[in-house]
């Protein structure tokens, strides 16, 4: 699970953090006010919560100018960044550029792009974020239409062999993330009404318990530690019965 900072209150940044130490990692949502209509985090913000959480930071760049920004996002530590193919003029260039810095690296869809586009770059991603949404403000409803492109890119990353993780963002809520897991995603970006533990812990123990069957696949075609994880679902140390909470690192969910 990735909680995207966008909710987060950021009068009390470390304090909303702290809120979801347990996750898996922090969606960090940069707009640059020209490849969306919104405008929201730089890079003083990104070395702000890299100060406040040891969780991994995944900046995902919605910014017309990708190629030359992402080395602005990898100095501040960002630990996966994903740009976009509508963005991005030479994207197998900045993939590389940023595997050979060591910063995972990511390729993001909007709705009306196929995933075909990805052809000659499967093997320098680490992982393609879907957009369940058109990109630039929170709070939208989930497309449903993308459910057979998450099946395609997932189709795609079993027949390659290769550990690419599946990204969905945008709508992702209690009433699609099982769609959305079911189809073969396996990153699951959250925007929440009330950025708090509480959220994140029955979100979490919504996948578990209610996917159980689709988790455990997972865990077979996908080799990160989280995946492997996936097998623990029902395991008495993964979710406590009487709250629901979720223990991070026993957690099955699959990011």
């Known amino acids: 699970l990735a909680p995207s900072v966008l909710s987060a209150d950021m009068a009390n940044l470390k304090g909303e953090l702290d809120k979801i130490a347990g996750a898996d990692y922090v969606h960090f949502d940069v707009m640059d006010g020209h490849f969306t209509g919104n405008l929201t985090f730089g890079v003083d913000i990104l070395k702000a919560v890299k100060r406040s959480t040891d969780v991994p930071v995944d900046a995902h760049l919605m910014v ?103 990204q969905v963002d945008g709508g992702v809520s209690e009433s699609t993330i099982d769609q959305c897991l079911d189809a073969g995603a396996t990153v699951f970006v959250y925007n929440y009404d009330r950025f708090d533990a509480n959220t994140l812990a029955v979100h979490s123990g919504s996948v578990i318990t209610s996917s159980t069957k689709s988790c455990t696949r997972l865990s077979a075609r996908l080799t990160s530690p989280i995946a492997r994880a996936c097998s623990a679902a029902t395991s008495s140390d993964a979710i406590d019965g009487s709250d629901q909470s979720v223990t991070h690192g026993s957690r099955c969910t699959p990011a």
């Open 64 to 166: 017309s100018n990708p190629d030359e920004s992402v080395d602005w996002y990898a100095d501040a530590g960002a630990d996966m960044i994903t740009v976009h193919y509508e963005a991005s003029t030479h994207l197998h260039r900045t993939l590389t550029h940023l595997q050979q810095r060591g910063v995972k690296a990511g390729v993001v869809l909007n709705p009306a792009t196929p995933v075909q586009v990805l052809d000659h770059v499967w093997d320098k991603l680490d992982m393609v974020l879907l957009m369940s949404v058109n990109p630039g403000f929170g709070g939208q409803s989930f497309l449903t239409e993308m459910l057979p492109k998450i099946r395609r890119t997932r189709e795609i990353v079993e027949r390659s062999g290769a550990d690419i993780w599946i």
